[in-house]
């Protein structure tokens, strides 16, 4: 039994989670996400609606109903007073570069994963496709967000369906572009996974943020809604390297299975 369980499915991807250090990849890319995504998302806001961090600041609040002490932070973390916020170009080429720079790494743990080469030199514009549809992701999906949770049921679950539909096509698209040689037999389970996933961020986010906004604002500040946000982060790439993890293990398992039994056919055994 205890051999048995050792072989089994859970404990393989288990295994291979720690071997790849998946955990520690997911706090450098939460961490990098964090400096980069977020900060361009900001900068887009202001070159293209005129408008500085409180398009973002008023979106989360809305979101999570925040109010008092988190509201206040939220809005101290991402406002800057008009007259003193400009745009510096050289920001904005870091922060391009992070986000990137982010999309390579997320290429290689793909890659990892997979055991796939990750993106080649001639294919880095990928990368930045990458990077603006992530940004394009994070803009629709609130809109999609608060219709799914604003609506009664008839409704909500229409709009729930158009939810993960949206996150299917997202990462089934996102990962294409981050390894441009994987099958469908391993991308499509893998961005179904992966929405399934997100829906449940969504549901988690929507009990836990709240309340945990609340608690690190009163406590810390807006220091304290950057310790919520990452975590946020945190668990969202989790998943979106988890959920191609499991699809990986099982199609590795199931190509052993095949080969043990072709090489026992061939053998007489």
Do not use: C
Not at 1 to 28: H, I, K, N, Q, T
């Amino acid at each position: 039994m205890l051999e048995w369980a050792l072989g089994s499915y859970p404990v393989a991807a288990f295994r291979r989670f720690f071997e790849l250090e998946l955990l520690d990849r997911s706090f450098g890319l939460a961490a990098q996400a964090f400096v980069a995504l977020l900060p361009l998302v900001i900068l887009i806001v202001a070159v293209f609606a005129g408008s500085d961090g409180t398009v973002v600041a008023n979106q989360l609040i809305e979101r999570f109903g925040l109010d008092g002490a988190a509201a206040d932070a939220v809005t101290s973390l991402f406002d800057s007073p008009a007259q003193t916020f400009a745009i510096s170009w050289i920001a904005v080429l870091i922060t391009t570069y992070s986000a990137f720079s982010l999309s390579r790494k997320l290429s290689r743990t793909y890659g990892a994963i997979f055991q796939l080469p990750s993106l080649l030199p001639k294919e880095l514009w990928r990368g930045v496709v990458w990077v603006l549809l992530q940004v394009a992701m994070f803009a629709l999906s609130s809109g999609l967000r608060n219709i799914w949770r604003d609506s009664d049921l008839s409704v909500g679950f229409f709009a729930g369906f158009a939810m993960f539909a949206f996150w299917f096509g997202g990462e089934y698209i996102s990962i294409q572009l981050l390894v441009p040689t994987i099958s469908r037999r391993l991308l499509i389970p893998s961005a179904i996974l992966s929405s399934v996933g997100h829906m449940g961020i969504v549901i988690w986010a929507a009990i836990y943020m709240p309340r945990t906004l609340e608690s690190q604002a009163q406590q810390f500040g807006p220091i304290g809604v950057t310790f919520s946000l990452f975590t946020l982060i945190l668990v969202g790439v989790v998943v979106m390297l988890v959920a191609p993890l499991l699809v990986a293990v099982f199609d590795q398992r199931k190509r052993a299975v095949l080969t043990h039994a072709a090489r026992a056919i061939q053998t007489g055994e």
